[in-house]
């Protein structure tokens, strides 16, 4: 019997490359889609989907930089009408929890006519070291809107364990599962857990919206980056079931998600948060 051949787009991003290794791990057929594989898979240039496409059974879809951005919509609705021409068995895509632009998203992919699985996520614990919270955090002071908004974060490794067991499995199909961490913090209460596992000393200041906006464009910020984080603290952390714990983690996996405290105490044991101001 032919194994299926599985397309990850996003590759080699924060969810996309724990699947590959997974699915490699497991002696699966496996495609990268990424800028840098051959053919590229580029979101601003579709000229080569097709061809990315060609002999693919199954693809994982993360929107890069969120399915909430000006753009996002088309794009699915350009790469899901390719895929129903090259008659693909299964899509499972990325989504945000509590997004709706996102979940217009999600629809294109409901109503497409090929099987699927929807995977919302809350925030992602590694936003914290892997994305525009690291650079705060080894400078030591870090300043944020919704301070006290209760976020129940995700590890990225526990999405990735669930987007295999996805692929893989029939059973998921037509499921949109929504994956948080087992308990919620604050900002605040983030940053205390990374000082404390740390042993390092890190400010943490509230701010407003609009404050955080305008320092992200002196700093240079890209625009588009910009107005997506914008967005997620207006419209996401101000929407109340930002804070709602799914038990879809265990349901799927037959285990408990990993806590964002049993995160940071490994990730610190990496020294990527170490200080990184230079002493005269």
Not at 172 to 189: D, K, W
Request: net charge negative; glycine share 6%.
């Amino acid at each position: 019997m032919k194994k299926d051949t599985f397309l990850i787009i996003g590759g080699t991003g924060k969810t996309g490359r724990k699947v590959v290794e997974s699915l490699q791990l497991l002696n699966q057929n496996v495609k990268i889609g990424s800028r840098s594989s051959q053919p590229a898979f580029d979101w601003n240039n579709a000229e080569n989907w097709e061809d990315v496409l060609e002999g693919v059974d199954k693809m994982y879809i993360t929107y890069q930089p969120d399915l909430a951005v000006p753009g996002a919509l088309q794009s699915i609705e350009q790469l899901i009408s390719i895929a129903k021409k090259k008659n693909l068995k299964k899509v499972v895509l990325l989504s945000g929890k509590g997004e709706r632009e996102a979940e217009l998203c999600e629809q294109v992919v409901i109503h497409s006519g090929l099987d699927y699985t929807i995977v919302r996520a809350s925030w992602f614990s590694q936003n914290f070291s892997e994305s525009f919270l690291l650079e705060p955090i080894q400078q030591g002071f870090v300043a944020l809107p919704q301070a006290n908004v209760q976020v129940p974060y995700v590890d990225t490794g526990d999405i990735a364990d669930v987007v295999v067991e996805t692929l893989l499995h029939d059973v998921h199909n037509g499921q949109i599962y929504q994956l948080t961490g087992p308990t919620t913090l604050s900002f605040n209460e983030a940053i205390a857990e990374i000082a404390k596992a740390t042993n390092r000393k890190i400010d943490f200041m509230p701010i407003n919206v609009d404050q955080y906006v305008a320092a992200m464009k002196e700093q240079g910020i890209p625009a588009d980056f910009v107005w997506l984080i914008g967005y997620l603290f207006t419209e996401v952390l101000g929407n109340p079931m930002v804070s709602e714990i799914s038990n879809d983690i265990e349901k799927v996996l037959k285990r408990k998600p990993k806590s964002f405290v049993d995160y940071v105490n490994e990730t610190a044991k990496t020294g990527v948060w170490n200080s990184k101001v230079q002493t005269a």
